[in-house]
């Protein structure tokens, strides 16, 4: 079993920056695999981005390419997105999500096995 709890997420105005946190818990694998995906109320979960256990494969969505960075640190166990130059349509629930079987980085929800509870980004304008 694979836990998620995401951490980080808060209200701030256009043009600000926010850090997200996924802190997991568990036995996990060295191919692990780890996406941030949001959803706004009535649409479809998104790709944000997502990286690597080595953390040597990231990718990005092209609408936050150039303002999000994926990170992680294996030591702790946590997977990071800085966000920075936050606009009014990244506003969502951010979630983080595992894919303990991929062996390449996958921007499909529905290949990732472990799911976070969520936290809340409101962007203002």
């Known amino acids: 079993q694979v836990q998620l709890v995401e951490s980080g997420g808060g209200l701030v105005q256009a043009g600000g920056s926010l850090r997200l946190s996924c802190a997991a818990s568990?036995?996990?694998?060295?191919?692990?695999?780890t996406g941030w995906f949001r959803q706004a109320p009535g649409k479809e979960r998104e790709f944000v981005s997502a990286i690597s256990w080595s953390g040597g494969s990231l990718h990005y969505a092209d609408s936050v390419k150039g303002r999000f960075t994926i990170s992680r640190d294996n030591a702790k166990n946590t997977v990071y997105l800085q966000m920075n130059s936050l606009k009014p349509e990244d506003t969502a629930v951010y979630y983080c999500?595992?894919?303990?079987?991929?062996?390449?980085?996958?921007?499909?929800?529905?290949?990732?096995?472990?799911w976070g509870q969520g936290t809340q980004v409101t962007v203002s304008s």
């Open positions: 568990g036995r996990t694998f060295s191919t692990y695999v």
């Open positions: 999500g595992a894919c303990i079987h991929c062996v390449v980085i996958s921007t499909h929800s529905y290949e990732y096995n472990y």
